[in-house]
């Protein structure tokens, strides 16, 4: 990152006295992410800033700068892309379950009367597969799959 000598010093002042805003603090861990000498003069402010609290007797209350970085920032948000991805596939799952015990209770009901088994729900329960997959989500595919198919029939055994 190529930022001022000036403005990188006031970046170590405002972490060091914890008044540095988020924008500031992933700004700090970009530039001695990639410059070494900066990286250097950043860890050398941080523990004469710490020996000093110490030396009065206070305790260093610094942030952990991974945590801003770039790489831990990607991180994030592929986390929250995650955790909507399956908060939508138990969506569309619960959908196509409650599709599915609806079309089941309605062709029971009006088969009702034509003397069909009671055990029909059990049957159409059985009849089919549910998959539920999310497409390669790593390679920028932002969607999930749900596949609803007819199980294949057993062929019963005769002795």
């Known amino acids: 990152?190529?930022?001022?000598?000036?403005?990188?010093?006031?970046?170590?002042?405002?972490?060091?006295?914890?008044r540095a805003s988020v924008k500031q603090l992933c700004e700090?861990?970009?530039?001695?992410?990639?410059d070494a000498e900066r990286a250097r003069k950043f860890e050398a402010s941080k523990c004469v800033h710490i020996a000093t609290c110490k030396y009065f007797g206070k305790e260093p209350n610094l942030h952990n700068?991974?945590?801003?970085?770039?790489?831990n920032?990607?991180?994030?948000?592929?986390?929250?892309?995650?955790?909507?991805?399956?908060?939508?596939?138990?969506?569309?799952?619960?959908?196509a379950l409650t599709f599915g015990?609806?079309?089941?209770?309605?062709?029971?009901?009006?088969?009702?009367s034509s003397g069909m088994s009671?055990?029909?729900?059990?049957?159409?329960?059985?009849?089919?597969?549910?998959?539920?997959?999310?497409?390669?989500f790593f390679n920028g595919s932002d969607?999930?799959?749900?596949?609803i198919s007819p199980k294949k029939p057993t062929m019963p055994i005769s002795k």
């Open 65 to 71: 700068l991974d945590k801003f970085s770039k790489n």
């Open 101 to 112: 015990l609806l079309s089941i209770s309605t062709h029971k009901s009006s088969s009702a």
């Open 73 to 95: 920032r990607r991180k994030e948000v592929l986390k929250k892309k995650t955790q909507v991805i399956v908060g939508w596939t138990k969506v569309a799952a619960l959908m």
């Open 28 to 34: 700090l861990a970009d530039c001695i992410a990639t």
């Open 1 to 18: 990152m190529n930022i001022s000598e000036e403005r990188f010093d006031e970046l170590i002042s405002l972490y060091l006295d914890n």
């Open 143 to 147: 969607f999930s799959i749900m596949k």
């Open 118 to 136: 009671p055990n029909i729900i059990e049957q159409a329960q059985s009849s089919y597969n549910f998959e539920i997959a999310s497409d390669d």
